[in-house]
């Protein structure tokens, strides 16, 4: 579908690892979706976006600071936003935790009049903060990050606690470049 007309707000939500994005981001959803419609809505996390590293080993794959901006691929996420502002449908990439890699398939998202776009690291590229109507920071207390993304990659994951200690103390916050 193409509509050179459509209209498209898009609303960011970015924070730390495990601040509660995901949370208001659904909830968020659940409450325009009753105003708009669902078929007129829709939820984008940026994890999706996360660098194709398929050439890469595991071993390689999880030496990766997924909390940096140069391990997200923000020019397709950036090339989608302006497709579904024109109206046109994208092939959403879909990101496995386990195998540290975009997978194959995709999944078919149709232009929305409103996207969620929820992640880690949206506000530090400036081209993809020009692309957002509203834009909202979760600012939760890192102590209460830490507890909850431990709890989360283990649980729903599929992380050992090592390996996320490891990527927790390898991925400083100061490792992480400031927004402009």
Not at 49 to 66: A, G, I, W
């Amino acid at each position: 579908m193409t509509d050179q007309s459509h209209q498209c707000v898009i609303i960011g939500i970015a924070g730390a690892s495990a601040s509660g994005k995901s949370l208001i981001a659904s909830t968020l959803y659940r409450e325009l979706r009753e105003q708009v419609g669902d078929e007129h809505i829709g939820v984008i996390p940026e994890d999706c976006y996360y660098k194709d590293q398929s050439h890469l080993s595991m071993e390689e794959r999880v030496k990766t600071n997924y909390d940096h901006p140069s391990a997200m691929d923000h020019s397709l996420l950036l090339e989608h936003l302006q497709a579904l502002k024109r109206g046109s449908a994208i092939d959403l990439p879909v990101y496995s935790y386990v195998e540290h890699t975009r997978m194959k398939e995709t999944v078919t998202v149709e232009p929305k009049k409103v996207i969620i776009l929820e992640g880690i690291l949206l506000l530090t590229d400036a081209r993809l903060r020009d692309e957002l109507n509203f834009s909202i920071f979760v600012d939760t207390p890192l102590d209460i990050c830490l507890m909850r993304r431990i709890k989360r990659d283990v649980n729903e994951r599929g992380r050992s606690m090592d390996s996320v200690m490891g990527a927790i103390s390898k991925n400083r916050a100061s490792d992480v470049p400031a927004i402009h």
